[in-house]
């Protein structure tokens, strides 16, 4: 089982940018699905990118402005969050799974990995 360990989280104004790193206890290579999810009161937990292999994801409401990416010796990964809206505050969570996710978003029930979250809020 892979742990799973988020930081960078916090507060922010509309516009403004933040960076959530991921830091996993084994390195990961390039056979792990990496994810970032979020989460808001009542809602389900939603996928908000992914990287597999050089292959990423995004969903609708971070294309152009969210980035995934990791490093090497590939055992951290990051989501980079610019031009922040209020409603990209959330709980936002980093994953890893052995499932293939080439170009796609899992649903978080595929997801075998998770870290303890780390706040988002973006308000004036």
């Known amino acids: 089982q892979v742990q799973l360990v988020e930081s960078g989280g916090g507060s922010v104004q509309p516009g403004g940018s933040l960076r959530l790193s991921c830091a996993a206890s084994?390195?990961?290579?390039?056979?792990?699905?990496l994810a970032w999810f979020r989460q808001t009161p009542g809602k389900e937990r939603e996928g908000v990118a992914a990287?597999?292999?050089?292959?990423?994801a995004y969903a609708d409401s971070g294309k152009g402005r969210f980035t995934i990416s990791r490093d090497n010796p590939w055992n951290t990964f990051y989501l980079q969050m610019n031009s922040l809206k209020p409603e990209d505050s959330a709980m936002y969570y980093c994953?890893?799974?052995?499932?293939?996710?080439?170009?796609?978003?899992?649903?978080?029930?595929?997801?075998?990995?998770w870290g303890q979250g780390t706040q988002v809020t973006v308000s004036a």
């Open positions: 084994v390195s990961l290579y390039n056979d792990y699905c």
């Open positions: 994953a890893a799974s052995r499932v293939l996710c080439s170009g796609v978003l899992l649903p978080q029930y595929f997801m075998h990995s």
């Open positions: 990287i597999y292999f050089g292959n990423t």
